[in-house]
């Protein structure tokens, strides 16, 4: 990549605090900055989320994604229609199946994504869901706006068990470590052969998926949406699952047959399930999910901004990306626009 001395104006579509909008002024002195919030007014997040200083900023128009070289953050794909001058575009996501569509961005146009910022944050949250189950609180809880005090019989432990991770990137990397550390065999399955990381027990390729289902007491997915992962946890691999088996989604709800899973849910086939993605998403009232007791169902929420690290880490690549395209070397995050997988 050369150096790109013609890039001026840049647009930031992400919250910012106002030392985060220094420090990407810092990086690029000589270009324009303009901000704007892309999902809600900036006003409408400080009261819940844990922002100090935030640069006030309106909601963006198509007038503002025009004007822009560089865009910092997630815009909608309506808005790019695979034109315009935009040079570059760095999401505030891991997830980028918007952007890779044709005709969204112009041939030649950079993508990146956010990698490496949601680990932390995701990966405690699936410990959490997947403890709430393996206890049963998520019963008790119910017992306990029925003012029940009984036992509800045994319980099951993260220690002896077998974790299957599906997707060995940043989230699933870190649940990978977070369940060895409690005593798990964790097996991890990617889509191309790379060496083995030190949590992992075995690794395997994700053709092996149906010959490792019944081995585990856990099934956890984090892989992105794309054409060759929707519906790869169909009612026949949902069946070949362990019984009284987990099931963990934080990647898309595309990727798991919801109406199988409700099936095996209530059967009883699998103890449990904790979803912060779901297919139809959201997942509209009225749907059985919602009232089958051991589904955790969360909002598509284990993300986001809510905890502080996660926005302290988007901004962080931020500043580093933007200045790698400045100086014209290699960008971190690269997305193969084939697979919407990050490149290695």
């Not at 100090?52 to 794909?77: C, K, R, Y």
């Not at 808005?79 to 996501?93: E, M, P």
């Not at 099936?263 to 979803?275: F, H, K, P, T, V």
């Amino acid at each position: 990549m050369t150096g790109q001395k013609d890039v001026r104006n840049i647009l930031v579509t992400a919250p910012i605090e106002q030392r985060h909008l220094r420090a990407l002024q810092q990086a690029a002195p000589l270009c324009q900055f303009r901000c704007r919030w892309a999902m809600a007014p900036i006003s409408s997040l400080t009261a819940s989320l844990p922002f100090t200083d935030l640069v006030d900023a309106p909601q963006v128009a198509q007038e503002d994604v025009d004007w822009a070289d560089v865009i910092l953050g997630n815009v909608s794909g309506k808005l790019l229609h695979g034109g315009g001058k935009l040079r570059w575009l760095q999401t505030n996501s891991a997830g980028v199946e918007e952007y890779i569509q044709p005709g969204v961005l112009a041939e030649g146009t950079a993508l990146t994504n956010a990698t490496g910022a949601y680990g932390l944050a995701i990966s405690e949250h699936m410990l959490g869901m997947l403890l709430v189950v393996l206890k049963k609180l998520e019963l008790y809880r119910d017992a306990q706006h029925k003012e029940s005090w009984q036992s509800l019989g045994a319980v099951q432990s993260i220690y002896g068990s077998t974790v299957l991770v599906l997707g060995m990137g940043d989230i699933g990397g870190e649940f990978g470590k977070r369940c060895k550390a409690l005593g798990a065999k964790v097996i991890g399955v990617r889509r191309t052969d790379a060496q083995k990381p030190d949590y992992a027990d075995e690794v395997h390729l994700i053709g092996d998926l149906d010959r490792l289902l019944p081995l585990a007491d856990v099934v956890a997915v984090t892989l992105p949406g794309t054409a060759a992962t929707r519906n790869l946890l169909g009612r026949e691999q949902i069946g070949k699952m362990k019984p009284g088996a987990v099931l963990l989604n934080v990647g898309r709800g595309t990727i798991v047959d919801t109406e199988a899973l409700c099936d095996a849910l209530e059967s009883g086939a699998l103890s449990g399930a904790g979803l912060d993605v779901t297919d139809p998403e959201p997942l509209p009232p009225g749907h059985r999910l919602w009232q089958i007791p051991t589904a955790v169902v969360t909002p598509h929420i284990s993300g986001f901004y809510h905890l502080k690290e996660t926005h302290e880490r988007i901004i962080g690549i931020f500043v580093d990306n933007l200045g790698r395209f400045l100086r014209g070397e290699a960008l971190r995050n690269q997305v193969d626009f084939a697979t919407g997988y990050r490149k290695r």
